[in-house]
């Protein structure tokens, strides 16, 4: 095995320290990256991570009630059979400490720790046409240099704090729920403003109104959600599971999202109205995101889709005891999962509470925030602590944190100005031997995201060892293929998808961020059999070159 620490003085300069590959970040999608190249290939790599431990987006979104949305057994490496059969999975859904420790001990369980420098974040990474080599620069000015550069910073790692007047005169205490503190935040006795209800301020609220004083939840667009019917894993149900994770896996190969389920072959038009509320109500007794596959048009036909809508609207009208307030929560501007459908534990019944008041912005905006507290068109709302559950400038804004140059020193800020453009979302024009796992332009966020991840991973993987088999220095996409794949993903885009005006999807929620639908809606089944393809015709649509 390469040793991963060498100074390789034969490639790089003196100060840099020289690899094969490096990879910015340590999630699942480094970790495995990292794996891969080390022991397929026999590589040296470094993988640079900002924070202190390995885990990615899970590392700081420690917020009360996160948890993942995906079925725990499914949300996990397939890479390893011996690390499915020893790993146990406390619950249906894990919680943010859960999956940490999971992450920790796949670092370890396969040494990957000493070849990862944690506390280290990246500031610049150029490419230095001369020696053909990345140079990457970190924020204590250590310079690193690589033949290949692969980001791993994930879709959903670059916090969105909303520009509020008066956040700076605020004299209490506020926090992102993407930048978590370590130690947490204690709401008992305290008046807590929450701005957002996406899938963060779903979970959060229920877990903060049951220690605040009071909760005041500001709702800009009231969303869909699916009661999650979290429990924990009986040993038995592991035992199944651990049995029959090979056809789980094929499963989860085969379907549109990455989920051990597949689409139902109907249309939700041609059951009877009684079947399909029988259909619906299995559905939601069961929880989770299987609500979407009860009928294969959910997201294609709006008639279809107004009956799941329809649906869930009865049940918040159910749930919540106050009509007005029922109301307010009830999604009608878009299709129900045209945005990222979130999966909760009591949400609607948070607004039971005496201690719980909803503030509806859309019709009392917030005009600033004050040093007390958060004024509205309507009224001022004394705090001692805000939160701004209000997510992340998606799937482009990790890849623009920092300054990434190609060929020329064009930056990837000045390529993108009107929008992502990618081919396969795996490659750049004008960016060689760069790849970035779950770029835009790939299933990514649609999916349960090991299985795009490893996908890409394996992908990039076969791709740099084909170079090597074959004596190529340089790949990079061609102008057309990118062209090209835009085309692809626009078509593809023809579902419900973008009528979601306001979806982080469409980077609608970054004031001034370009309105372009960024991930591939065509099923991860399918773009799966479209990048095999691509490689089976020696990369068809790249540009392969010795020097």
């Known amino acids: 095995m390469a040793n991963a620490h060498r100074h390789d003085g034969a490639r790089a300069s003196a100060g840099d320290l020289g690899f094969d590959a490096i990879i910015i970040g340590a999630g699942f999608s480094g970790l495995y990256q990292l794996y891969s190249l080390r022991e397929r290939l026999q590589l040296s790599v470094r993988v640079l991570e900002r924070a202190a431990d390995v885990g990615g987006t899970w590392y700081w979104n420690r917020y009360p009630g996160a948890r993942c949305d995906s079925e725990s057994y499914s949300y996990s490496f397939s890479f390893s059979e011996h690390l499915e059969q020893e790993w146990n999975w406390s619950e249906r859904y894990p919680a943010q400490p859960e999956i940490m420790r999971y992450l920790r001990h796949v670092a370890e369980r396969f040494d990957l720790r000493r070849d990862i420098d944690f506390n280290t974040e990246v500031v610049s990474a150029r490419f230095d046409e001369g020696r053909g080599r990345w140079l990457v620069t970190t924020a204590c000015d250590r ?11 994930g879709c959903l790692s670059a916090t969105n704090v909303p520009t509020i007047d008066g956040l700076e005169d605020f004299r209490g205490q506020w926090y992102h729920t993407g930048n978590w503190p370590p130690a947490g935040v204690d709401f008992h006795g305290r008046r807590v403003g ?69 689409l139902s072959p109907q249309s939700a038009l041609e059951v009877t109205p009684e079947e399909r509320r029988a259909r619906y109500e299995a559905a939601w007794q069961h929880g989770g995101l299987r609500f979407r596959a009860t009928f294969r048009d959910l997201l294609t036909d709006r008639r279809a889709n107004d009956t799941a809508a329809d649906f869930i609207r009865e049940k918040i009208r159910d749930i919540v005891v106050d009509p007005a307030i029922a109301e307010r929560l009830m999604p009608r501007d878009h299709p129900f999962a045209a945005k990222r459908p979130p999966i909760d534990t009591d949400y609607f019944e948070t607004f039971n509470r005496d201690n719980v008041t909803l503030v509806d912005l859309r019709t009392l905006p917030i005009e600033r925030i004050t040093p007390s507290g958060i004024k509205t068109a309507g009224a001022e709302y ?12 998606a799937m482009t804004g990790p890849l623009l944190g920092f300054d990434l140059r190609g060929r020329g020193g064009r930056a990837l800020r000045d390529v993108w100005a009107v929008g992502p453009k990618t081919y396969l979302g795996l490659q750049i024009a004008g960016f060689p031997n760069l790849f970035t796992i779950t770029g835009p332009g790939s299933p990514s966020v649609l999916c349960n995201m090991p299985v795009p991840i490893e996908q890409h991973v394996e992908w990039i993987t076969d791709c740099i060892g084909f170079m090597r088999a074959h004596d190529l220095a340089f790949i990079e996409a061609t102008e057309d293929a990118m062209a090209r794949w835009g085309t692809e993903v626009a078509a593809a885009a023809a579902t419900l998808l973008p009528e979601a005006a306001s979806s982080w999807y469409l980077g609608a929620n970054v004031p001034g961020k370009p309105r372009v639908f960024m991930p591939y809606p065509g099923g991860m089944a399918h773009y799966r059999g479209l990048c095999d393809q691509v490689a089976a015709n020696a990369y068809a649509g790249f540009r392969l070159s010795a020097g």
């Open 194 to 262: 929450q701005i957002g209800t996406g899938s963060t301020g779903i979970q959060a609220a229920p877990v903060i109104a049951a220690q605040a004083a009071h909760l005041y939840v500001f709702q800009r667009t009231p969303n869909f959600s699916i009661p999650a019917r979290n429990a924990p894993l009986a040993p038995q149900a592991q035992a199944e599971i651990k049995q029959n994770y090979a056809e789980i896996r094929r499963i989860m190969r085969q379907s549109t999202n990455g989920h051990p389920f597949l």
């Open 143 to 153: 310079v690193f240099s690589a033949t290949y550069l692969i980001t791993a910073v």
């Open 382 to 393: 004394p705090l001692d602590i805000i939160v701004f559950a209000t997510g992340f400038d």
